[in-house]
C-alpha cells in the first residue's frame, strides 16, 4: 500500500514536471494583424553553400547599414538531412525566422497546411510585385486557394553536364556531342561504357528519396511535354506518350548498365565514375579545377536544342513564416533582396538564376563576362515546376517508388507502372 | 514472570518484542499510523525522491509522455501544426491503423525486419560470446583484439557504410574474390540479400558493445567451475556449454533484448547503404517508413500508428524469448 502511493506520489510529481516543462515552453501564437504593420528587427535563414552565405552575409550587412532600427540577422540554415525538415519542425516550435531563403516548392503545401506561411497577398501591391518580376511563370507558384505563399527567388534550370575528357577518350565529339536525341543519348553511353572512359555514362541518385525523380524523371518529362506538369487539373498526367518515352529510355539505360543503380558514396561525376550529369548552374562553381565540362540540354525524343526546351526549375522560393512579428519589415526586406540589383548580386555571387523576366537581357554583361552560364539563363524562362498540390511529398515518394521499382529495378513493366502509379496518385490528390 | 504472547501472525508480519522492557513492540502498521501523512506519503527519508526525481522526470518527459502521445495520435487524426493554429483533431479509430496496414510498403517494411532479426540476433549472441569468450582467455594480443572489435561501434555510420559500399558494390572486393559466384546484381541491389547484408553488417558493427556486455558477465563466473569441470575431465567444449554459457544466461537475455530493440529501430543502414530501402523497398525498415511518412509527408497519425505496432512487436517478441527462457 505504502509502495503504491509513493509510486502515485512520484508519478504525479514528475507528470507536474512534465507539464511545467511544458507550459513553460509553450509558444503563442503571433497575432497576424499587427505583426502586419509592425517594423523591427528580423532574422532570415539562407542556403549553406558557400556562395550563397557570401550574398546572404553581403546583403544583410548593406540592409543593416541603411536601416539601423530594422535590425536583420542573418544565418545559414541549420544542417540535417534536408531544409526541409528543419523547417517543418522550426515551424511545429515556433521558432522559425521570419524569411527563409531555400523554401522548397514542394513543401509549400505541407508548410502551408501546417499554418507555418504568411499569404504574401496581405502587403499591399505583393501580386503585382511577384508577377512582375517573374512573369508567366509566377503562376506555376500560386497556391490552389490563389495566393502566393512563396515568392518565386531563382531557379537552377536542369541541364546535362558532360566530362570533356571522358569524351574525348570515348573518341565523342566534345564540342557538339551526339545527345539531343533518345537515340543519339543511348548510342553515345554505350559507346562511353564499351570503351571504358567511364564505368556508367550517367549516375543519378539511384536512391527512395521523394525529390530524386525531379531531376531523372521530371526534367525530360517537361522536355518531351512541352512544360506539362506531373498534375494538370487535378489529375496525374505523367503516364501519357511523353512519360511512357522518358520512362522507356531510362529503363533502357538501367537495363544496359549505362547508368549506376547502386548507393554511391561521393560525386560520381567529379570522381570520373560517370561522363554525365543532370546538374543546374549551381554546377559550374562546384566543379570549377575538377572537371573539364559541356552543356547541353537534356534530350527528348526528338531532339533538343538550347533555348528552346522546358526543364525542371529546381527553384528555391523564399517564403515568409507564421511566427514573424515584424512582418512590415521582413516584406521590405524581402523586397529589397529580389531587387534587379539584388539578384544581379545573387547572379554574379552564385551563378544561380533569379526567377525574373529576361535574365538574358538585365544582366547581359555578366553573360557576355561569363558565357558558360549563357545556357543555363537560355532556359531559365522555360522552367517546370513541381505542382503546387496538398500532399506534394506524398505524390513525389509514391512516384518514386513506383520507378525505383519499374525503371531502375526493373521488377515492373514500365508501361502498366506508370498508369498505375498514375492512378495512385490521383487518388492522392483526391485525398483530404 | 509473564512474557508477551506474540502471534505467529505479528512475527510473520515483523512483529519483535522490545529489547528493552520485554513488551511487544508497536506493529508496523500501528507504527504507520502514529506518522504525520507526509512521512506515509513521501516515506521516511523524502530527500531519496528529490535524488530519483531527475530521472523520473527524465523518463517521463523523453520516453513515457512521447509514447502517451504517440498511442494518442495513432487514434485521432493529427498533423503537427505552427503554434496557436487549432485544426481539428478527431478521434478516427482504427483508421490510422488501417492506412498503415494497407500500404504495401509497411507490410514489406515488417516482413523486412522479421527477416533481418532472424538473422541479426542469433548471430548477434552467437558471436559476440564465442568471441567474448575467446578474449576472455589468456591469448596474444588480447588488449588489441578487444580494442579493435569495439573500433565499427563507436565509428560513425556514414563512414563504415563507405567501407562497406566499398566492399560489396558490384566491383568491391566481396565479388571480385567471390568471382562467378557473386550473386548478379550485387548484394546491396540484390531484392534476396540487400536485407541479409545489412543484418551482417549491422552484426558486425554492434558486435564490440555485447562482446563488452559478455566480458563483464564472464568475470562473474567462478572460476572454481572451470577447474572442477577440469579436474572432471570436460573438454573444452563442454566447459562452454555447461558452464559459461549458463554462467552468462542473464547477460545473454540483455543482449537479446538489445539486440531485438536496436534491431527493430533500424534506420541508418537501409537509409545510407541501400540508398533508403532499395531495392524495391526489399530493405526498407519499418522505422524508415515511419520517417517517411511522419517527417517528410507529414502524416503523424498514421507514423505514430507504425510506431505503436512496432512497439507491440517488439514486446511480443521479447515476452516470447522472456518465455522461452524461463522454461
New interface residues.
Given amino acids: 500500500m ?1 509502495a503504491a ?2 509510486t502515485i ?3 504525479l ?3 507536474l ?2 507539464g511545467l ?1 511544458a507550459g513553460c515552453s ?5 497575432d497576424a494583424a499587427t505583426a502586419k504593420d509592425a517594423h523591427g528587427p528580423i532574422s532570415i535563414w539562407y542556403s549553406n553553400n558557400a556562395q550563397e552565405v557570401q550574398w546572404g552575409k553581403q546583403l544583410v550587412a548593406q540592409w543593416n547599414q541603411a536601416h539601423p532600427q530594422e535590425k536583420v540577422t542573418g544565418q545559414e540554415i541549420p544542417a540535417n538531412k534536408s531544409s ?2 528543419v523547417i ?1 519542425a522550426s ?4 521558432s522559425e525566422p521570419c524569411l527563409i531563403y531555400n523554401t522548397s516548392p514542394a513543401s509549400v503545401p ?1 508548410f502551408q ?4 506561411l504568411v499569404a504574401l497577398d496581405d502587403f499591399p501591391g505583393a501580386a503585382q510585385y511577384i508577377q512582375t518580376r517573374s512573369g508567366d511563370q509566377a503562376a506555376q507558384y500560386k497556391s490552389p486557394d490563389g495566393k502566393y505563399y512563396q515568392l518565386p527567388w531563382k531557379t537552377n534550370p536542369v541541364m546535362i553536364f558532360y566530362n570533356k575528357k571522358i569524351f574525348a577518350k570515348a573518341g565523342i565529339s566534345t564540342t557538339n556531342p551526339p545527345l539531343s536525341t533518345y537515340s543519339q543519348f543511348l548510342d553515345t553511353a554505350k559507346k562511353i561504357v564499351a570503351s571504358k572512359a567511364a ?1 556508367y555514362a550517367i549516375y543519378p ?6 525529390y530524386q525523380s525531379w531531376y531523372d524523371f521530371y526534367s525530360m518529362y517537361a522536355a518531351e511535354s512541352g512544360g506539362s506538369q506531373l498534375i494538370t487539373a487535378d489529375k496525374a498526367v505523367f503516364a501519357d506518350q511523353a512519360g511512357q518515352s522518358v520512362a522507356q529510355f531510362w529503363a533502357s539505360l538501367y537495363r544496359q548498365n549505362l547508368a549506376g ?5 561521393g560525386d560520381s561525376f567529379a570522381d570520373g565514375v560517370a561522363a554525365m550529369s543532370i546538374v543546374g548552374p549551381w554546377a559550374i562553381a562546384s566543379y570549377k579545377g575538377k572537371v573539364d565540362w559541356g552543356v547541353v540540354p537534356v534530350p527528348t525524343s526528338s531532339g533538343s536544342k538550347v533555348g528552346d526546351d522546358h526543364t525542371f526549375s529546381d527553384a528555391k522560393n523564399v517564403a515568409m513564416y ?2 514573424c512579428k515584424n512582418r512590415a519589415t521582413a516584406w521590405d526586406f524581402l523586397k529589397y533582396s529580389t531587387s534587379e540589383q539584388a539578384d544581379g548580386t545573387l547572379l554574379s555571387v552564385t551563378g544561380q538564376m533569379p526567377l525574373r523576366q529576361d535574365v538574358l537581357g538585365t544582366y547581359a554583361a555578366f553573360f557576355t563576362k561569363n558565357p558558360g552560364f549563357k545556357t543555363f539563363a537560355a532556359e531559365a524562362n522555360r522552367t517546370t515546376e513541381v505542382p503546387n498540390v496538398p ?1 506534394s ?2 505524390i513525389w ?1 509514391s512516384f518514386r ?1 513506383s520507378w ?2 519499374s525503371v ?2 526493373g ?1 515492373s513493366p514500365v508501361t502498366t507502372s506508370l498508369t498505375d502509379s498514375a492512378a495512385a496518385i490521383d487518388k492522392l490528390i483526391r485525398k483530404k | 514472570m509473564t512474557t508477551a504472547q506474540i502471534s505467529p501472525d505479528d512475527s510473520r508480519r515483523g512483529g519483535h518484542t522490545s529489547p528493552l522492557d520485554g513488551s511487544p513492540a508497536p506493529s508496523r502498521d500501528a507504527r ?1 499510523n502514529h506518522r504525520s501523512w507526509p512521512e ?4 521516511r527519508h523524502p530527500v531519496g ?1 528529490l535524488f ?2 531527475p530521472y ?2 527524465f ?3 523523453i520516453f ?2 512521447p509514447l502517451v502521445l504517440s498511442v494518442y495520435m495513432s487514434f485521432h487524426r493529427y ?7 487549432g ?1 481539428p483533431r478527431p478521434w478516427v479509430g482504427l483508421d490510422n491503423y488501417r492506412t498503415a496496414l494497407s500500404d504495401p ?1 509497411v507490410r514489406q517494411a515488417f516482413l523486412n525486419i522479421l527477416i533481418f532479426l532472424v538473422i541479426n540476433v542469433p548471430l548477434t549472441v552467437v558471436l559476440s560470446l564465442v568471441l567474448a569468450t575467446a578474449l576472455n582467455s589468456a591469448i596474444p594480443l588480447r588488449s588489441f583484439f578487444r580494442g579493435a572489435y569495439y573500433v565499427p561501434y563507436v565509428t560513425a555510420s556514414v563512414a563504415v ?2 567501407v562497406w ?2 566492399l560489396f ?3 568491391g572486393l566481396v565479388n571480385r574474390l567471390l568471382g562467378s559466384l557473386a550473386p548478379n ?2 548484394w ?2 540484390n ?1 534476396h540479400w540487400a536485407m541479409p547484408s545489412i543484418a551482417l553488417f549491422v552484426t558486425w558493427k554492434q558486435l564490440g558493445f555485447f562482446i563488452l556486455l559478455y566480458l563483464a558477465a564472464l568475470q562473474a563466473v567462478p572460476k572454481e567451475l572451470y577447474e572442477s569441470a577440469s579436474v572432471d575431465g570436460a573438454s573444452k567444449w563442454r566447459q562452454f556449454r555447461s558452464v559459461t554459457v549458463p554462467g552468462v544466461r542473464h547477460a545473454t537475455t540483455l543482449v537479446t533484448l538489445l539486440a531485438i530493440v536496436t534491431g527493430a529501430n533500424l534506420f541508418t543502414e537501409p537509409y ?10 526489399k530493405s ?1 525498415s519499418p522505422v524508415l517508413v515511419l520517417y ?1 511518412q511522419g ?5 503523424p497519425d498514421v507514423a505514430a500508428a507504425i510506431g505503436v505496432l512496432l512497439v507491440i512487436g517488439v514486446l511480443v517478441i521479447a515476452g516470447i524469448q522472456q518465455l522461452l527462457e524461463r522454461d
Fill in positions: 505504502r502511493t509513493r506520489a512520484g508519478g510529481a514528475a507528470l514536471a512534465v516543462s509553450r509558444v503563442h501564437a503571433v526541409e525538415e517543418g515551424i511545429v516550435a515556433g505541407t497546411a501546417q499554418g507555418g564505368k541518385a539511384p536512391s527512395s528519396e521523394f543503380k547502386e548507393a554511391y558514396n507564421a511566427s500532399n511529398v506524398e515518394q517508388n525505383s521499382r531502375i529495378f521488377r | 504507520r506515509r506519503v513521501l516515506g525522491i530519483g526525481l523520473a522526470v523518463i517521463a518527459i513515457a509522455y498533423i503537427f501544426t505552427a503554434p496557436g493554429v485544426v510498403l557504410v563507405g559500399l566499398f558494390n558490384t566491383d546484381p550485387s546491396l541491389i531484392v545510407l547503404l541501400t540508398g533508403g530501402g532499395g531495392p524495391d523497398g526498407a517517411q517527417i517528410e509527408q507529414n502524416h
